[in-house]
Structures are given as C-alpha cells and as structure tokens.
C-alpha cells in the first residue's frame, strides 16, 4: 500500500522557519522523483519544488527560489522541504508527491502518480 505522510505543518510568524517532512512507504522510493506543490486558500494547486532520486537535480518555483530548500534521505525514504523567510503569502496546503521521471525534474502536478495528504502551513502577519 502506498502512502506519503506529510508532517511539520503549523502556524508560524512572517520571518520564521519551517521543516516539512513527507515519509515513503509501500514503493520502491530511489526509482522515483518526489515533488512539493501547495495549494493556498482558493486558489490551484501550484508547484514548489523538486527533487530527481539522486538528490543530483532540484528546481523551485520563483517565487520560493533562495528561501526553501528540498532534499531527500533515501535511507530514510523521506522527502524534507526547509522553509525559510516565510511570509503570509506561503500560507497553503502543502503536499508532496511521486513521479516515476526518476532522473527528469517534473513540475506539472498531472506528472505525479502518488500524493500526500496535505499539511498546513498558516503564516501570521
């Protein structure tokens, strides 16, 4: 059974700093390139970042580039994504997701076969 659980999630201060953590079970996790996108309050699901299985390739969304950093622990089969510098404007749903572009980057959520449940991000003022 696959599963992505998502975690770190919480309300924090414009400035602060958050770690988010999606855990892989029940797929072979180094075959596949994982993903975070977000989804703010009425607005589409947007991408945020990726991460090929290597740890060899990343690519952000301009409007979090220098502020959030992906990284992957395949020992671990967790994905993380570090989030600096926030700001009222991240706030969203976050999730991470799979996709079997193993080496390629992929930032088209239509891409990712397998999806977390969600973790929320709120940012105060």
């Known amino acids: 059974q696959v599963q992505l659980v998502e975690s770190g999630g919480g309300l924090v201060q414009a400035g602060g700093s958050l770690r988010l953590s999606c855990a892989a079970s029940?797929?072979?996790?180094?075959?596949?390139?994982m993903g975070w996108f977000r989804q703010p309050p009425g607005k589409e699901r947007e991408f945020v970042a990726a991460?090929?299985?290597?740890?060899?390739?990343?690519r952000y969304a301009d409007s979090v580039k220098g502020r959030v950093t992906i990284s992957r622990d395949n020992t671990k089969n967790t994905v993380y994504l570090q989030m600096n510098s926030l700001k009222p404007e991240d706030t969203a749903v976050y999730y991470c997701?799979?996709?079997?572009?193993?080496?390629?980057?992929?930032?088209?959520?239509?891409?990712?076969?397998?999806w977390g449940q969600g973790t929320q991000v709120t940012v105060s003022s």
């Open positions: 991460i090929n299985w290597s740890s060899g390739s990343t």
């Open positions: 029940g797929f072979t996790f180094t075959n596949y390139g």
């Open positions: 997701a799979a996709n079997t572009y193993r080496q390629t980057i992929v930032v088209v959520p239509n891409r990712y076969i397998y």
